[in-house]
């Protein structure tokens, strides 16, 4: 059974930093590339950034590009997103995910699994 656990949401000033971590089990983690997606309230669920298997290759979604970044620890089977700067529109649920394509995609629907999603809150 495949689990992917996020944590270390919060609520934090604006200008701020959080490190969201995902745990993931049941799967070989380094099979995966691991996608940050995020959804604001009243708002679609949007792409944030992806790491590819080895953690060689990122890609970034504008709103995350020069304050946020993705790394993943094989050995671990954990990927983190370090968010700084934080702004009040970064409020969102965040969701970490898994796909084994090799291809670079930011669809939703190419991603196999799901964590349950942590909540960040951003305060002006």
């Known amino acids: 059974q495949v689990q992917l656990a996020e944590s270390g949401g919060g609520l934090v000033q604006a200008g701020g930093s959080l490190r969201l971590s995902c745990a993931a089990s049941g799967l070989t983690f380094s099979d995966y590339a691991m996608g940050w997606f995020r959804q604001a309230p009243g708002k679609e669920r949007e792409f944030v950034v992806r790491?590819?298997?080895?953690?060689?290759?990122?890609s970034y979604a504008d709103s995350a590009k020069g304050r946020f970044t993705i790394s993943r620890d094989n050995a671990k089977n954990t990927v983190y997103l370090q968010m700084n700067r934080l702004k009040p529109e970064d409020t969102a649920v965040y969701y970490c995910?898994?796909?084994?394509?090799?291809?670079?995609?930011?669809?939703?629907?190419?991603?196999?699994?799901w964590g349950q999603g942590t909540q960040v809150t951003v305060s002006s």
């Open positions: 790491i590819s298997r080895s953690g060689g290759i990122t």
């Open positions: 995910a898994a796909d084994r394509q090799v291809i670079s995609t930011t669809r939703e629907g190419a991603y196999e699994y």
